[in-house]
């Protein structure tokens, strides 16, 4: 099945897999959803590590952890404006609308959307319960006094300072080797829900994979949402093998 020529639709073994994703949905009282770079793709961003990814053209120890930072600032910079910059051609696509129709139907209260992408296509599609666990390219955090700015599609210089005290900026994004702020509350989202929806994401970074290991240990229904199996289908009573912005449509549909 081919992701983008549509013909994952009209496969007769995904109508079942479907309805029954449809069946936990009804039955949850409250639905946490953890979305990757994979929702974003549709929308022609990037991911990780699939072909063509962020990590094909750069190393995780060159761009993404503190010791890059601090070993050569400019090169994090240049990656990360390059991101900035792309984000100025996107927009949201269907399936980030299907997650916002979604909230709507449930309610704040019965609904948690916990993302690590840091590309703001969440907010910008009208989510709102949005926990962005990796932070967000819009955002950059001043490394002397700490000062966090939305700086939103700005172009930033190789090397930006803070108004306040020169020092300075970095992204406000969680890179490898640093803790994620608030997890224990993440935590929480996933241990209070009964149908935990995984979508776009390979499952292999912690602790956000390990989300989906919490919502199992309470009992909650996970269906996963992607183009190929991960170590989260393992976890899964439903794996909807789609492209998202496919797939997510449908399953508001018949909601
Ligand atoms: C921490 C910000 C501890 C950067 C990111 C050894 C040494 C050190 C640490 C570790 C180690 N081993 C393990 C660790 C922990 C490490 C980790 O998990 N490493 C992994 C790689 C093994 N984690 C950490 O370091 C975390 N911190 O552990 O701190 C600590 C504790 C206390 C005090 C101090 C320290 C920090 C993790 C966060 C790192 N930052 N992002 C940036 O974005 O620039 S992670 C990065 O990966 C992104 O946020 C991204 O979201 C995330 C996960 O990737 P995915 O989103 O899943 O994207 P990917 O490309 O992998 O997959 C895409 C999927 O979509 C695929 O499955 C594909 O099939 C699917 N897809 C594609 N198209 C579609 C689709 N699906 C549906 N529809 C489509 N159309
Ligand atoms: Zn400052």
Not at 48 to 54: E, P, V, Y
Not at 127 to 137: A, D, P
Not at 201 to 206: A, H
């Given at each position: 099945m081919n992701a983008n020529d549509g013909s994952w639709s009209n496969h007769p073994k995904t109508d079942d897999t479907l309805r029954q994703a449809v069946e936990m949905l009804r039955q949850a009282e409250r639905v946490a959803v953890l979305t990757g770079a994979g929702i974003s793709a549709e929308s022609g961003l990037p991911t990780?590590?699939?072909?063509?990814?962020?990590w094909e053209g750069h190393r995780v120890e060159d761009v993404a952890t503190p010791m890059a930072f601090h070993r050569d600032p400019s090169l994090v910079w240049r990656f990360y404006n390059a991101r900035r910059a792309g984000l100025r051609k996107v927009q949201p696509n269907a399936g980030h609308h299907a997650l916002v129709k979604l909230e709507e139907r449930l309610g704040g209260l019965r609904f948690t959307l916990i993302t690590?992408?840091?590309?703001g296509l969440h907010r910008a599609a009208g989510?709102?319960?949005?926990?962005?666990?990796?932070?967000?390219?819009a955002r950059v955090r001043c490394t002397g006094c700490w000062a966090i700015a939305d700086r939103g599609q700005e172009e930033l210089p190789e090397l930006p300072r803070c108004g306040q005290c020169g020092e300075l900026l970095r992204p406000d994004i969680v890179w490898f080797h640093e803790a994620l702020p608030g997890d224990v509350w993440n935590q929480a989202a996933a241990r209070a829900c009964q149908c935990f929806l995984v979508i776009g994401?390979?499952?292999?970074?912690?602790p956000a994979a390990g989300l989906v290991e919490l919502a199992r240990g309470v009992e909650a229904r996970v269906i996963e949402v992607n183009l190929e199996r991960t170590p989260a289908s393992d976890l899964a009573d439903v794996s909807l093998l789609g492209p998202s912005g496919h797939v997510l449509p449908r399953l508001l549909e018949q909601l």
């Open positions: 990780f590590r699939g072909a063509g990814g962020l690590q992408n840091v590309d989510s709102k319960q949005v926990v962005e666990l990796h932070g967000s390219l994401t390979s499952g292999i970074v912690y």
